[in-house]
């Protein structure tokens, strides 16, 4: 069981590309900070939130936004909270309590208490996935409107690529041709007149 809960801290802490995944708006921090026992096991877990005096001011659950399109912002984390402690430290499906839980159970051999705990570990694992299907909704969103984007892109050159290459020396020709048309109109308009 410690092996699991060390394996589930870490990946609440993993990071790409040198930001924290569930990190919300604030990358730079660990999104979950670890309390150890003095036998070096983890004896809780918490969020690691940002207080200003006694209001939160940023943390794990803000919403990070990109501009995907004119106009169109989209939301492309989820609240770090939601995988792993959705109601907060201790509350209902605190992934990390249960399995604390659980672990501190099987050490004292007490298995009626450890079943009971497994349908809990179940629900959290099923939020778990819940989370990462609205995560992965999101990316395919998101690579749509980059494939809207490519599309726009390639157009956008196709038209800027068909005026860059104009035969300039036709254009010229035209427009003079068209100004005698004109001109020699107005000639004979004036002479009627």
């Known amino acids: 069981s410690d092996g699991r809960l060390e394996e589930m801290y870490v990946k609440a802490n993993a990071k790409y590309l040198g930001k924290y995944i569930f990190g919300g708006q604030e990358t730079a921090r660990p999104p979950y900070m670890a309390e150890y026992s003095p036998s070096g096991t983890i004896s809780s ?4 939130l940002i207080y200003d005096g006694a209001n939160l001011i940023r943390g794990i659950d803000d919403p990070t936004y ?8 989209m ?3 989820i609240s770090g909270s939601k995988p792993f402690m959705p109601n907060g430290e201790g509350g209902t499906n605190d992934v990390f309590d249960t399995i604390i839980r659980l672990r501190e159970s099987i050490r004292n051999n007490d298995m009626t208490t450890a079943r009971n705990i497994m ?5 959290e694992i099923d939020n778990i996935l819940v989370q990462e299907s609205v995560l992965g909704t999101r990316i395919q969103r998101l690579e749509a409107r980059d494939s809207e984007n490519d599309v726009l892109q390639t157009n956008k050159k196709a038209d800027l690529s068909e005026i860059l290459n104009s035969d300039y020396v036709q254009c010229i020709t035209d427009l003079n041709y068209q100004r005698m048309i004109l001109e020699a109109s107005l000639q004979v308009g004036a002479k009627v007149i």
């Open 45 to 48: 877990v918490s969020r690691n």
């Open 66 to 73: 990109f501009t995907v399109a004119e106009g169109y912002d």
């Open 75 to 77: 939301q492309v984390n």
């Open 119 to 123: 349908p809990e570990l179940s629900d």
